[in-house]
């Protein structure tokens, strides 16, 4: 049963520190997309990635957020430094985009308190 | 700027009523009209979806009606149940783009009292 997978489910930190969030996808898919989701916000896209090159990641606060793929089986959100309004839940999602496909496959999340 | 505008944030509805959540787009290249589920604690996933060349598609007790013209669909679920009280989010995506982004609604909670 293939599914999308985070780490780690909870995480509580204090304002400062450094947050890294880890997410493996679905195998053989081509696009990998982060998510925050907050109750104000509903899903914010912050980045997304096509065959591990970053598409597009205009949605991150770019002086404290960076994503990066570091290979076809890990994709990373890094905070730092974390702030109370970083807090939320993070999800990354997986799909295979080609020929008009577009399903995306979400894991659990990341829930995230930054105190 | 909100791609997607999706109404009403919350709903409450008796088992066995219509719960109805209402959605509307303004980019005519949007051609794909997926509706996501999601259940407390866990990620959103994939319910139903629709493409602009029909107006209804049912699925069970789901339906979703599309009004091409006034660039707006709707999710209906029939007869409610407790199982369904989750939050509904409504996207929409252009096929013939190589973004292969979803526009999501900000999301609907519905409860379904017993």
């Known amino acids: 049963d293939a599914r999308v997978t985070q780490t780690p489910r909870d995480k509580v930190t204090e304002m400062g520190q450094e947050v890294t969030m880890r997410c493996q996808p679905i195998?053989?898919?081509?696009?990998v997309f982060w998510y925050r989701q907050t109750m104000m916000q509903g899903l914010e896209l912050l980045a997304y990635?096509?065959?591990?090159?970053?598409?597009?990641d205009s949605g991150m606060p770019k002086d404290r957020f960076s994503a990066e793929m570091p290979d076809a089986t890990l994709a990373t959100l890094k905070i730092q430094p974390s702030e109370p309004r970083d807090s939320a839940v993070y999800f990354c999602?997986?799909?295979?985009?080609?020929?008009?496909?577009?399903?995306?496959?979400f894991g659990p999340g990341t829930r995230l308190t930054v105190l | 700027q909100q791609q997607v505008k999706q109404s009403p944030q919350s709903l409450i509805v008796q088992k066995g009523g219509i719960s109805i959540i209402n959605c509307a787009y303004e980019?005519?290249?949007?051609?794909?009209f997926p509706w996501y589920q999601q259940f407390p604690g866990k990620g959103p996933a994939l319910l139903i979806a629709?493409?602009?060349?029909?107006s209804e598609k049912k699925e069970g007790r789901f339906t979703i009606s599309f009004n091409k013209s006034a660039k707006q669909f709707s999710l209906h679920i029939m007869d409610s149940q407790p199982g369904d009280s989750a939050t509904y989010f409504c996207?929409?995506?252009?096929?013939?783009?190589?973004?292969?982004?979803?526009?999501f609604g900000r999301g609907t909670q519905l409860t379904v009292w017993p």
């Open positions: 629709i493409r602009p060349d029909v």
């Open positions: 195998l053989g898919h081509n696009t």
């Open positions: 999602a997986s799909g295979l985009v080609a020929g008009g496909g577009n399903e995306q496959f």
């Open positions: 980019n005519t290249a949007f051609d794909y």
């Open positions: 990635f096509r065959n591990r090159a970053p598409l597009d």
């Open positions: 996207a929409a995506y252009d096929r013939g783009s190589t973004l292969g982004r979803l526009y």
